[in-house]
């Protein structure tokens, strides 16, 4: 079946440590995107990226890192400089850019311990 | 600023009746997309509806249509024949190079 997936579906982080979201679509998508969704808040793009070995900044990077080594890869790394990680992540995907429909993975929920 | 806001946080709705949840967004572009998303509780985000901005006709996808007014940058849902399914968060959202801004989203509440 083709999608994307989202891995774990749930992780738990303790203080100063980093950790990493997995993010496969198998769509043949070029672009691939981070967000994150707090309660009662629309989501707020993290990075995107739009081609292999680039990616851009969204409106809330700090704190993040990712990397895109392969197409159909896009891992979000949280890392211990996100002082408020707790929140629930979407990973999406689509042809080329923004016009175009998002495809949504299913989400991973990160909380802090 | 690129914003979109959707001013009704929450609302309801009898099965088989019908549903407009409204948005505005503020742009200074004028070629862009505009999407509805539906998330259920599964939060799985779906596609509802599509529009380009540079088409007059409303797009419509089954029980779903959208009521479009460019210069008052306008794009309200119609949900006619609403089905309990239906129950979910519903994010307005438009495209600007290379991503999409999203407003809050409005919680449906479908009653049978």
């Known amino acids: 079946d083709g999608g994307i997936t989202q891995s774990p579906k749930y992780l738990f982080r303790k203080e100063g440590q980093n950790v990493t979201l997995s993010c496969e679509q198998n769509?043949?998508?070029?672009?691939m995107y981070w967000y994150r969704q707090d309660p009662g808040q629309g989501l707020r793009l993290i990075y995107y990226s739009q081609i292999v070995n680039d990616f851009q900044k969204g409106d809330i990077a700090e704190g993040y890192s990712v990397s895109r080594e392969k197409k159909e890869s896009f891992p979000l790394t949280v890392t211990s400089a996100q002082k408020n990680p707790t929140a629930f992540y979407l990973c999406a995907s689509t042809w080329t850019n923004a016009e175009e429909t998002q495809y949504f993975g299913p989400g991973t929920r990160l909380l802090v311990l | 600023a690129q914003t979109v806001t959707q001013s009704q946080p929450e609302m309801s709705v009898q099965e088989a009746e019908t549903v407009t949840l409204s948005c505005t967004y503020d742009?200074?572009?004028?070629?862009?997309?505009l999407f509805w998303y539906k998330q259920p509780p599964s939060r799985q985000m779906i596609l509802v509806i599509r529009?380009?901005?540079?088409?007059?006709q409303n797009a419509t996808e089954n029980r779903f249509s959208v009521n479009f007014q460019k210069a008052a940058k306008s794009f309200s849902l119609k949900i006619s024949d609403s089905q309990l399914g239906d129950t979910a968060m519903y994010f307005c959202a438009f495209s600007v190079p290379d991503k999409l801004i999203f407003g809050t989203g409005t919680r449906l509440q479908v009653f049978p």
């Open positions: 529009q380009e901005a540079y088409k007059q």
């Open positions: 742009t200074s572009e004028n070629n862009y997309y």
């Open positions: 769509l043949n998508h070029d672009a």
